[in-house]
């Protein structure tokens, strides 16, 4: 299993993408660590909200996966420099101000990876 630093998964997270649409959140993350790919997503976390794999889409290349189709068998092909928008509905999660993310997701060499990031939401 490969060990990635926190300092460089935190990166992946483009800071000010957080947004708040009718019924969903999304934010925006960007692969600036190599090639790779995505093997699973566990759940994603806004404050004590938690989305889990049914309630998350990613979208990359103009492509729309559903977080329960992703696996081993079918990974997304996330390339260095891609950019891809995480969207997450079916809950009510209110938020404002400073917002705490957690990601866990599964890459097929380094296992389960969390990317915990934190944004700023105005409104």
Partial sequence: M????EFLIKRIYQKG???INEG???LTLKNVLGPGLISGFNY???NDVVFEAENVKFITNGVEYSGV???EEKPIIFRLGQTGRLVLSGKDCPIKGLTQILIEAV???AGIVQ???EDTLEG
């Fill in 2 to 5: 490969a060990i990635v630093p």
């Fill in 17 to 19: 993408s957080l947004v």
């Fill in 24 to 26: 969903s959140i999304s």
């Fill in 44 to 46: 994603v976390k806004i």
């Fill in 69 to 71: 189709e992703v696996s």
């Fill in 107 to 109: 890459n097929p060499e």
């Fill in 115 to 117: 990317l915990k990031a």
